[in-house]
């Protein structure tokens, strides 16, 4: 594959009406190249893209766009997530510039989680733009090929524009209206915080479907398989706008201790099955990061192999 003459695959799956299956990677802590690639190992011809994590929960980490790279060279196609939270507007441009000459073909635009909640709360933060105009500014920059003060692009960044949506924070209501506006801001596809309230999400695909932005937009519902029942515990009550109900605890706890990874991924196959089917929903974004290796297995018993030729 020239990765540097290619589009983006994910952009070509979802196009051809393909059930898109995302994977994700976090970075290691160093700078442990090979320990990075083991891992991409278990998603290749597994995932039609694999997002790169930006010093996700604002722990440091390699560079998502170094990851990126080392992905590309790989033959993986990454989804390079960018925050808004450590760059001002002229690093923002710059890694832009970098990524695309790099091979890199698809851009995930984010806030970032609040350095208080990392492991150097002590850090400044930026916060120069917000996800919101970083995803208006990659859509500038590629479709007029100018910057925002109006000066030419020699070669404009023709990336594929993805931005984060939760469909569960508060207020639940306005929820479909922040989406709405990441998508008229230029977002092309859509990859949801990790679902598990089932009926709540039904309620917001309703509405986008009602609203038409899925006509507009593909949506990548997201899964993250429970390894157990602390962690859905730990979820439940310590992630900000996490939504996990009480029953699917119980049903974690009913498998046993020995069975909680297993009944976790049953879950989650569960949940793709329906995904599938539910109107509005392009595909799945599997965030199994440090369980990398499980993944070959659960798109197997999810029948998304093989991926599609495009």
């Given at each position: 594959m020239d990765a540097l003459k290619s589009g983006s695959r994910l952009e070509k799956v979802l196009k051809?009406?393909?059930?898109?299956?995302?994977?994700?990677?976090?970075?290691?802590?160093?700078?442990?190249?090979?320990?990075?690639?083991?891992?991409?190992?278990?998603?290749k011809g597994v995932v039609d893209a694999v997002n790169i994590t930006d010093n996700q929960?604002?722990?440091v980490?390699?560079?998502?766009?170094?990851?990126?790279?080392?992905?590309?060279?790989?033959?993986?196609?990454?989804?390079?997530?960018?925050?808004c939270r450590d760059r001002n507007r002229l690093a923002i441009m710059s890694d832009i510039l970098g990524a695309y000459s790099?091979?890199?073909?698809?851009?995930?635009?984010?806030?970032?989680?609040?350095?208080?909640?990392?492991?150097h709360p002590e850090a400044k933060n930026v916060y120069d733009i917000d996800s919101m105009q970083l995803i208006a500014l990659v859509k500038k920059?590629?479709?007029?090929?100018?910057?925002?003060?109006?000066?030419?692009?020699?070669e404009p960044p023709r990336l594929f524009i993805g931005a984060a949506c939760n469909p569960f924070a508060d207020p639940f209501e306005y929820r479909v209206y922040r989406l709405a506006n990441?998508?008229?801001?230029?977002?092309?596809?859509?990859?949801?915080?990790?679902?598990?309230?089932?009926?709540?999400?039904?309620?917001?695909?309703?509405?986008?479907?009602?609203?038409?932005?899925?006509?507009?937009?593909?949506?990548?519902?997201?899964?993250?398989?429970m390894k157990s029942v602390r962690m859905a515990q730990y979820m439940a009550a310590q992630v900000p706008g996490m939504d996990v109900p009480e029953a699917l605890i119980n049903r974690l706890k009913a498998a046993g201790k020995g069975n909680y990874a297993k009944e976790g991924i049953k879950i989650a196959l569960e949940q793709i099955e329906e995904?599938?089917?539910?109107?509005?929903?392009?595909?799945?974004?599997?965030?199994a990061i440090e369980w990398e290796h499980r993944v070959p297995e659960i798109a197997e018993q999810a029948n998304v192999l093989p991926r599609p030729e495009v």
């Open positions: 051809a009406g393909h059930f898109a299956f995302t994977g994700e990677c976090g970075p290691p802590k160093g700078a442990n190249v090979s320990h990075l690639k083991e891992k991409l190992a278990h998603l929960t604002a722990v980490r390699m560079s998502s766009l170094a990851a990126s790279a080392i992905m590309v060279g790989e033959n993986l196609e990454p989804n390079y997530q960018l925050v790099l091979g890199i073909r698809n851009i995930l635009c984010l806030s970032g989680d609040h350095q208080k909640f990392g492991n920059m590629r479709d007029e090929g100018v910057f925002p003060n109006g000066e030419e692009i020699d990441k998508i008229k801001a230029g977002a092309d596809f859509i990859q949801t915080q990790c679902i598990y309230n089932m009926d709540k999400f039904r309620e917001f695909m309703k509405m986008a479907v009602d609203m038409g932005l899925c006509e507009k937009c593909y949506i990548l519902a997201g899964v993250t398989p995904f599938k089917e539910m109107e509005g929903v392009a595909g799945v974004h599997l965030m």
